[in-house]
């Protein structure tokens, strides 16, 4: 079956430490991989997607970087946190193509910079 | 670029009274138009989505939406809510050349008994 995970499901993080978010997704080959952040009170902002391995778009500039080093794999960094980084990152998978399309979310991580 | 208006930023109705979530898109062309449900700390679920034909769509957990072009709009509808359905509710449309998705801020339903 085809499913999406991330990890952690929630973090804590001191300002200035590193991040790394991880997103894997099974039973499908060559998906299209996105990272959207949440803040408190806001939409979804759409930061990175990715279509193939190594092959990154970025949609905003910012603190935070994102990596594809496997076909099924979309990790997301950086190096030193801020406070407004602070939100909920979804993974999203694109499912279908040409007009039967739409995105499978994971569960969603909890990152709080203090 | 296209781009999500939700007006409603929260929404409180009665166990058993109608919903109508609205939903104000911006796009040159036919867009694609999602609906998404999320529970709190959870990721997002869809509850249906409009690519073309007819313009009322039905979706599970009894809602159902309609694409009205002259009002660049796509309202969601329950004709009876449930207490679970309240949650977070966001609309997203996403253009044909490109299969990014743009939300809106979302609006939050509560459902009072």
């Known amino acids: 079956s085809q499913t999406i995970h991330q990890w952690p499901a929630t973090l804590v993080q001191p300002v200035g430490s590193p991040l790394s978010l991880e997103c894997t997704v099974e039973g499908t080959s060559n998906p299209n991989l996105y990272w959207y952040r949440q803040a408190a009170g806001r939409g979804l902002q759409l930061l990175f997607y990715?279509?193939?391995?190594?092959?990154i778009s970025s949609e905003v500039p910012q603190n935070l970087s994102a990596s594809r080093p496997q076909d099924r794999q979309f990790i997301l960094s950086s190096k030193k946190l801020l406070l407004s980084d602070s939100g909920f990152y979804l993974c999203?998978?694109?499912?279908?193509?040409?007009?039967?399309?739409?995105?499978?979310f994971g569960s969603g991580t909890r990152l709080t910079v203090v | 670029a296209q781009s999500v208006t939700q007006p409603d930023i929260h929404i409180t109705v009665s166990e058993g009274a109608s919903l109508e979530l609205r939903c104000n898109y911006s796009y040159g062309a036919t867009p694609y138009l999602f609906w998404y449900v999320q529970s709190p700390g959870q990721g997002l679920q869809l509850l249906l989505k409009y690519f073309s034909g007819d313009t009322l769509v039905q979706g599970i957990k009894g809602f159902e939406a309609e694409f009205k072009r002259s009002q660049s709009s796509f309202n969601l509808r329950k004709p009876s809510v449930h207490w679970s359905d309240a949650a977070e509710y966001f609309c997203a449309v996403g253009a044909r050349n490109d299969y990014k998705l743009s939300f809106g801020a979302g609006t939050t339903v509560t459902v009072r008994a």
């Open positions: 990715s279509v193939g391995i190594g092959q």
């Open positions: 999203a998978w694109k499912v279908g193509a040409g007009s039967g399309y739409g995105y499978t």
